[in-house]
C-alpha cells in the first residue's frame, strides 16, 4: 500500500519540475528548458505506470524503456545545447 502512494509522491515531484522548465521554457524559448520539460513529463508518467502496474506484472519491465528515452533526451538536449553554443553567431 505504501508503495503505489510513494511512487505517486515521485510523480508529483517530476511533474513539478516539468513545470519548472517549461515557465523557462516559455520565458526565453530555449530548446534546452522544451527537452527537459518533456523528459521530465515522460518519467513522471513512468512513475504513475509503475504505480498501477502489478509488481508481478510482466509488462513491468517494458516501462523501463520509457525512463531510457526520457534520460537519452536530456542527454541530446545538452548535446544540442553545447553544438548550438560552439558555433556561435552567424
Do not use: C
Not at 24 to 46: C, E, H, I, P
Not at 47 to 68: G, M, P
Amino acid at each position: 500500500m505504501l508503495k503505489p502512494m510513494l511512487n505517486g509522491a515521485v510523480a508529483m515531484a517530476w511533474l513539478a519540475s516539468a513545470l519548472f522548465f517549461l515557465r523557462f521554457w516559455v520565458q526565453s524559448k530555449d530548446r534546452l528548458f522544451a527537452f527537459f520539460a518533456l523528459a521530465f513529463t515522460m518519467l513522471a508518467g513512468n512513475s504513475v505506470v509503475a504505480a498501477l502496474l502489478d509488481a508481478d506484472d510482466e509488462r513491468r519491465y517494458y516501462i523501463y524503456v520509457v525512463r531510457l528515452f526520457a534520460f537519452l533526451l536530456i542527454l541530446y538536449a545538452i548535446w544540442d545545447k553545447n553544438r548550438a553554443n560552439r558555433h556561435g553567431p552567424g
